[in-house]
């Protein structure tokens, strides 16, 4: 139980495209989840949380009209990185923090997105 | 500020051999404080979860262990594998973050054959 599904699973694109990345609970509902991106050894970075049917709350220093999320239902939220730059190449990885547990905050985490931009 | 520090950064042992890892952790208030492995290019799976009031919880041969007074937190591996090989990572949580981890820089395993 309790698994949290990315896709794509790595994508390359040209600089100045967008690119779209779900991330699902596949048998819990979550009503939140968190966004993460991580570059070659270094911890994972809050990016933003995402809660379903309301805005995102972004950390400081991300981009909201750069880094668009979307959480339209309680098992699918999706980050679409508008206009990406080489500089946005990283490792984005999703949790999910199951509906019915959430007396320790237990967040379930994707397997992660690899973006190259070109 | 919360923090949470590892050591070591990187760490190489053979196969069979054991080791631990060290967690320092200055978060307040504190919930809970979670070990993860994280294989390279893979999303990281939690190994354990510990509250204020456990001292040692087990998962196969990962033993991790937590001293809330000294806010201090170790992960054992005992008889290494090949496919231990990888991150591990201390994550703790601080109580009303709404969810938020404070993640570790990770220590990266390497158990060679």
């Known amino acids: 139980g309790a698994v949290v599904s990315q896709h794509p699973s790595w994508v390359i694109c040209k600089s100045g495209t967008s690119v779209k990345i779900e991330c699902r609970s596949l048998?819990?509902?979550?009503?939140?989840m968190f966004w993460y991106r991580q570059f070659p050894k270094q911890s994972l970075m809050l990016m933003a949380t995402s809660n379903e049917g309301s805005k995102a709350t972004y950390e400081q220093g991300v981009e909201k009209d750069k880094f668009l999320i979307n959480h339209a239902s309680l098992t699918l939220s999706t980050l679409t990185v508008t206009s990406a730059h080489p500089e946005d190449s990283s490792f984005y990885i999703c949790s999910a923090r199951d509906r019915w547990r959430t007396t320790q905050e237990t967040q379930y985490f994707g397997p992660g997105t690899r973006l190259l931009v070109l | 500020k919360n923090q949470v520090e590892q050591s070591p950064q990187s760490l190489i042992i053979l196969e069979g051999k054991n080791c631990t890892l060290q967690c320092n952790y200055t978060v307040s208030p504190f919930s809970n404080l979670r070990w993860y492995k994280q294989d390279t290019g893979r999303g990281p799976v939690s190994l354990t979860i510990m509250t204020f009031s456990e001292n040692t919880k087990s998962n196969g041969r990962y033993t991790a262990t937590l001293d809330a007074d000294t806010k201090q937190s170790s992960l054992h591996i005992t008889a290494s594998q090949l496919s231990d090989s990888a991150s591990y990572i201390c994550v703790v949580s601080a109580w009303g973050s709404q969810g938020n981890l404070i993640f570790g820089k990770g220590t990266k395993l390497s158990v060679k054959p």
């Open positions: 048998d819990f509902q979550a009503t939140t």
